[in-house]
């Protein structure tokens, strides 16, 4: 007689049920003619997906009562549950190697950032020291002892101008009666020549003078003799005084 397990530890195979089910079928219903048994397809769908199968049906009742079907069925119950124990090796197998390419990705990565940051690191170490950008430098042009009045024709080519070659906070004392409004004031290498840096302001008048504040950037002049030109907006009027930047 077969060993009959008991339910109270079955498997979610039903493998205890099962097994009670053989053993009674096997010993109390022999068939060895085949009669009214199904297919083996028939038993496989059974076996794999009975929801395709209609077992309110009577005549899979037949099952139950013939233990040549039962043998069968049997058959492909352990192929099905060895077929799907596999399947689950190789999804954790699949999902394990997934893992492991996804952390080894992840691992060239930390490593790739870390070499990209210690290069970042040793390139602001070598990195030449920013120098701080220079003040510019205070000035003062008093144009008001040029000999000819503003409008009474070009100024004294005798005024003795220096500019230094640097960025300059230019302030100037504009000629006597120079009214105020915009001024703008250029260098040139000679009169009516190309402007070579200039810059523009508003000119006001304070006790009895006309006063303007510029900057103005010499860095990209070479030293030497050139011409500060003036220039009152409204009429264009042009005036050259001789400078020496150095």
């Not at 000035?139 to 004294?156: F, H, I, T, W, Y």
């Not at 008048?205 to 103005?216: D, F, G, M, P, W």
């Not at 050139?226 to 009152?232: A, E, R």
């Amino acid at each position: 007689m077969s060993r009959i397990l008991p339910f109270t530890s079955d498997d979610e195979d039903d493998s205890a049920l099962f097994e009670k089910l053989r053993g009674y079928v096997l010993e109390n219903y022999p068939n060895p003619e085949r009669k009214g048994c199904f297919d083996r397809e028939t038993l496989r769908t059974f076996v794999e997906d009975s929801s395709k199968l209609d077992l309110k049906d009577p005549r899979y009742l037949h099952i139950f009562k013939c233990a040549e079907c039962t043998r069968e069925l049997n058959e492909l119950r352990a192929a099905h549950v060895a077929h799907a124990k596999n399947a689950h090796v190789r999804r954790a197998r699949s999902v394990s190697s997934a893992w492991r390419l996804a952390a080894s990705i992840v691992l060239v990565c930390l490593v790739g950032a870390v070499a990209f940051i210690g290069l970042k690191k040793a390139a602001l170490l070598h990195r030449a020291p920013i120098v701080a950008e220079e003040a510019p430098v205070p000035v003062e042009l008093d144009l008001s002892k040029d000999g000819d009045l503003r409008g009474a024709g070009q100024p004294d080519d005798g005024l003795s101008l220096e500019l230094p070659r640097k960025r300059i906070n230019l302030s100037v004392i504009l000629p006597v009666l120079s009214p105020p409004g915009e001024y703008r004031f250029f260098i040139s290498r000679e009169k009516g020549g190309p402007e070579l840096c200039g810059t523009q302001g508003l000119a006001v008048s304070l006790k009895a003078r006309t006063e303007i504040h510029v900057q103005l950037d010499l860095h990209a002049l070479a030293a030497g003799n050139y011409y500060l030109g003036s220039t009152f907006r409204p009429n264009s009027e042009l005036h050259y005084y001789p400078v020496r930047v150095h």
